[in-house]
């Protein structure tokens, strides 16, 4: 009960944050969870929470969605999804949270050097980044600071761009919980507190919405950047305690 005393409202912040920025919820809510429960409940918890999360923007913004897009990343994505999550499921618990870990810092400087390439991308290019952006989706967890320039690349902003990636990411997630359900991986109590989570972030996304059109691009990247760095470290010290 302690443990939801402080997850809840977290969850309700990584909602208003993803709501805003478009990302976030997971990498903010991950080391939290990883903590509380330890890495192999916390992802597949995170799974359950990050379908709801992503089901809200998609209500929220249901209007803006561009389908073609969307359904392209998704169509390789959501397949490459399940081999990462087969892949995860495999993994010692300390090895999981370093890799998470190293790979929330080297998203840093490569989201740099993709906003600051400003590279336009076609159907086809999404297609390809989506196969490879959902094997690691499926293997580390959250993927949003990659998936976030590649539907602004293809010219996406605003309530299309939320829409739209929210969309792809719903069934990228869905196909990783498909996994987790065939592996075992997903005891009911597991669902259940996954749900929790997810109205939490629900919560937050649909107090975050009159936030969008008030931040600036600047602000954006700069906090996603920052939860970038905090969850890194977080988990970097998990698994470091964890030898």
Known sequence: MFSWIIVFPIAIVAGLLSGVVGTGSSLLLLPVLVYAFG?????PMMAIAAIIGNLSRVIVWR?????????VYA?????AAMVGAHTLLVLPGSVVDTALGLFFWGLLPLRTLLQ??????????????GGLIGFLTGLVVSTGPLSVPVFIAYG??????????????????SSKIATFASMGALPTITLLQG?????GIMIGTVI?????L???????????DLILAFSGSALLINAWHGY
């Open 39 to 43: 890495p192999k409940t916390a992802v």
């Open 63 to 71: 209007h803006h969605i561009c389908w073609r897009p969307a359904l």
């Open 75 to 79: 169509m390789t994505g959501a397949p």
């Open 116 to 129: 600051n390439r400003q590279w336009r991308l076609s159907l086809v290019q999404v297609s390809l980044c």
């Open 156 to 173: 996406l902003q605003g309530g299309a761009f939320l829409g739209s990636e929210a969309t792809s990411a719903l069934l990228l997630y």
């Open 195 to 199: 749900g929790l989570v997810g109205a």
């Open 208 to 212: 975050g919405k009159p936030l969008v």
């Open 214 to 224: 008030n931040l600036s691009p600047k602000a954006s990247a700069r906090l996603i």
